[in-house]
């Protein structure tokens, strides 16, 4: 059962968790209970046959997320503060990216810092017109902490990853679709339309496939294994399904496909 939590609403349509982080007064920053909540919700979900797809988006009109909960970090130790990056990397940032099912940031607002690194962790993003985006922290005199050092080099390249983190500058929706860190612009109205039209996509095909190849395309990035090797294995490993036997049986026999997801 998918609970709304108070920093967290879940609405389950159409076989997709729609999660708005819900603190608008603050901008939607991430405190820990929020960081805590967002995993349990994204727990439950996971178990949850019938969802096939995540969206993460921001209460109100301004911001998707403005960023870790500065005020809450203030008076951190080193300690702390590691445990404030790496609690983030267990329970959100690292978790999301691996999640078995596609999630997508609809970034309809701010999102800097923790909020740019959230939506990074995210699979796809689609982001609406207004929306501003950066990684900030060398303002405030710390680094990017979730991620954001990492990721963002992946989906922009190491020159204007450089470029954003050390002048901490934002970068318009325009130019964020320019350097491949929104896969679509929309504008806010329609930011949940298009993610809809995403979801519907990836709703009819193999939960199992999808599964394994969230799996497989982050094995590229991961420097302890070799992501072509991961690819034989798992490929091999699809033929065993039962998604498998489903989908050829159907396109042979000229129907639509029945995925169970085993
Ligand atoms: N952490 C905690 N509170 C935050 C926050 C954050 N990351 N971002 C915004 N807020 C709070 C503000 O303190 C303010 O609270 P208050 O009304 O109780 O004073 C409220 O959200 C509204 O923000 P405000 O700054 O008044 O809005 P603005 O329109 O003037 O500016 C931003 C918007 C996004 C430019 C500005 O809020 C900002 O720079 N936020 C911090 C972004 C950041 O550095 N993130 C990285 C953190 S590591």
Redesign the pocket.
Known sequence: MIMTTEYILSEVKNGVLVITINRP???N???RQTIEELHEVLVDAENESEIKAVIITGAGQ??FV????????ANYSVEQGRQLSSNGHFKIFNFIENYSKPIIAAVNG?A????LELAMACHIRVVSDNA?MG???V??G?I??YGGTQRLAQLVGKGKAFEMIVTAD?ITATDAYKWGLANYVTTQEEILNKCFEITSKIASKSPTAIKTAIKVINAGYNNSVNGYEVEIEEFGKSFGTGDFKEGVSAFLEKRKADFKGN
């Open positions: 007064d603050k901008l920053s991430l405190n301004k911001a403005a960023g870790a909960d500065i005020a809450e970090f701010f800097l810092g923790g909020g501003k990684l900030p922290e303002s405030l710390v990017p902490g934002m």
